[in-house]
Nanobody
Framework: QVEPVESGGGLVQTGGSLRLSCAASGRTFSRYCMGWFRQAPGREREVVAAITWSGGRTHYADPVKGRFTISRDNAKNTVHLQMNSLKPEDTAVYYC???????????????????WGQGTQVTVSS
C-alpha cells in the first residue's frame, strides 16, 4: 500500500514525554498490523511496540514496558506511541511500520513488515 508517515519526534530532557504519531492510508487499515521500531547508530533496528488489528493485543520490548503505550485509531488510520519517563538510552530514530496480516496477532520481527516510514528522530538529553 502506502508508506506510513511518522511525526512527533524531537528533543526532550530525561524524564520528559513525547507522543509519536503514524498515519497510514488505505481502506484496509483495520487489517494492518502496526509496529514501532527504533534504531540507534551501530545498533540493530529493534521492536519497541506492536499492536494488532483491533488493538486488543500489544507487545512491548522490555526496556520500554511501563513507560511506553501504543494505541491505534482505525477510524482515523493512525497509530500512536506515547513515551513517558524518557531516558537517554531511548535516543534513536523511531520508525512506524505496517503489514497486511491474515491474523490479528502482534508482529515483533522487523522482517515481518513490508512498509516502513522514513523515521522520526527522538533525542533524550541528560
Amino acid at each position: 500500500q502506502v508508506e506510513p508517515v511518522e511525526s512527533g519526534g524531537g528533543l526532550v530532557q530525561t524524564g520528559g514525554s513525547l507522543r509519536l504519531s503514524c498515519a497510514a492510508s488505505g481502506r484496509t487499515f483495520s487489517r494492518y498490523c502496526m509496529g514501532w521500531f527504533r534504531q540507534a547508530p551501530g545498533r540493530e533496528r529493534e521492536v519497541v511496540a506492536a499492536i494488532t488489528w483491533s488493538g486488543g493485543r500489544t507487545h512491548y520490548a522490555d526496556p520500554v514496558k511501563g513507560r511506553f503505550t501504543i494505541s491505534r485509531d482505525n477510524a482515523k488510520n493512525t497509530v500512536h506511541l506515547q513515551m513517558n519517563s524518557l531516558k537517554p538510552e531511548d535516543t534513536a530514530v523511531y520508525y512506524c511500520a505496517y503489514t497486511i496480516s491474515q491474523l490479528d496477532i502482534p508482529l515483533v520481527n522487523r522482517n515481518d513488515y513490508l512498509y516502513w516510514g522514513q523515521g522520526t528522530q527522538v533525542t533524550v538529553s541528560s
